[in-house]
């Protein structure tokens, strides 16, 4: 009866069952938890495709056979490339990939100094409106599900394995298309998935969660005890400035953000990242910047200035270098750390959901 059922309801994926769901499946179906093992390897560890290749033990095998496949109970998340475009120094990789519905994601790999970092998205398009942001442009379409949060890194993986022998995935972030705290218990299960050495085993201070200030998230991770690096995106140091540029800004004003930073700090003891795309005549002054050192003052920051990379929908332009490099002057004469991202690999369209809204643009 229960196989019946099974076989009658919409096909799931298998990456979106972590590993408890496996076991239980397997149970359900009659087969002993001791194969979960094996498949969780074959499936998260080795990125495998084509399960029913495998040698495994014959009742693992068996239960492949039946259930995993086109029409059968369970499916597997690959989304296909649609493009894969190159950075001149080689160093950045954006892929385009189709989801089954159709929808296209941003998954970047980027290689500095031999470290790989997956740059991966957690919705398709976003709900946030951040005005200089092209996913933010784009709107809301949908939530990623787990299995497509993981398939991201597993497809990174497959291209490191097969171009880049004896080098590995070490970082992640949550910097792609998307606000991963507004699709919470996907993000939270797919890193659960990946940060699991027994398959990806991505270590979870090597993981990072960008938001642009989901309050109650940020303190749901904190009381969660979740492991992993928040990123904060800022943007602007009083709420005026802040709201301008990005909308939601309202919803959770910058001061409930702010004392959420400080809650956040004092329960993990962790150093929080903060985010600041500099616009020129809207958040680069010296005036913003000694206002930004007052307002995080006393908790443990650090401050990632990221220039602007223009879009088709915002009028702005990225700050001057000499402005630039005062603000970054200021806020590190008051002892907070304070960096430029790097941006090799612009020539990509490095910028957040910018390549699929060009693509959109050439195709209309
Ligand atoms: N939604 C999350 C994560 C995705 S955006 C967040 O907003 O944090 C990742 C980072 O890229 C954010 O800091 C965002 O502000 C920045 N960003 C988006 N569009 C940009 C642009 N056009 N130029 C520079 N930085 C941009
Ligand atoms: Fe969404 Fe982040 Fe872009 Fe804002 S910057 S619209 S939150 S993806």
């Not at 050192?293 to 915002?314: A, R, W």
């Not at 004469?333 to 959901?353: K, L, S």
């Amino acid at each position: 009866m229960q196989g019946l059922l099974m076989s009658e309801s919409a096909p799931r994926s298998l990456h979106d069952l972590g590993f408890d769901g496996i076991a239980a499946e397997l149970t359900a179906s009659g087969v002993s938890t001791h194969h979960t093992k094996a498949l969780w390897r074959a499936l998260q560890r080795e990125g495998e495709l084509d399960l029913a290749s495998r040698d495994f033990l014959p009742p693992l095998k068996a239960w492949v056979e039946k259930h995993v496949g086109h029409g059968k109970d369970f499916f597997l998340d690959d989304p296909p490339i649609v493009e894969e475009i190159r950075s001149s120094d080689g160093l950045t990789r954006k892929y385009l990939l189709k989801l089954n519905d159709g929808q296209i994601i941003e998954t970047v790999l980027m290689g500095y100094d031999g470290r790989y970092t997956a740059c991966i998205s957690s919705q398709a398009g976003c709900a946030m409106g951040c005005v200089f942001c092209a996913t933010g442009q784009m709107g809301f379409v949908r939530h990623l599900r787990p299995g497509e949060i993981i398939a991201q890194v597993l497809h990174v993986q497959r291209i490191i394995r097969r171009d880049l022998p004896g080098k590995r995935l070490r970082n992640l972030v949550f910097m792609g298309m998307g606000e991963p705290l507004h699709n919470y218990d996907s993000v939270m299960h797919a890193l659960q998935a990946i940060s699991d050495v027994r398959g990806i085993g991505i270590g979870p201070s090597f993981i990072s969660v960008s938001t642009v200030g989901v309050v109650p998230a940020i303190l749901r991770m904190a009381e969660e005890q979740r492991p992993y690096n928040l990123a904060v995106s800022l943007h602007g140091s009083n709420e005026e400035e802040r709201s301008s540029l990005i909308p939601v800004s309202r919803k959770w004003p910058l001061a409930d953000l702010v004392a959420a930073c400080r809650a956040y700090g004092r329960i993990t003891g962790r150093r929080i990242l903060f985010g600041w795309t500099l616009i020129a005549g809207k958040n680069d002054s010296a005036e913003t910047a000694h206002r930004l050192v007052e307002l995080l003052k006393g908790i443990d920051s650090h401050i990632n200035l990221i220039p602007l990379n223009p879009t088709g929908g915002f009028a702005g332009s990225p700050a001057a270098t000499a402005a630039a490099r005062e603000f970054q002057r200021i806020i590190r004469a008051a002892g907070i750390a304070c960096t430029f991202r790097q941006r090799r690999g612009i020539d990509v369209a490095a910028g957040c959901g910018q390549l699929k809204a060009d693509r959109r643009k050439l195709a209309s």
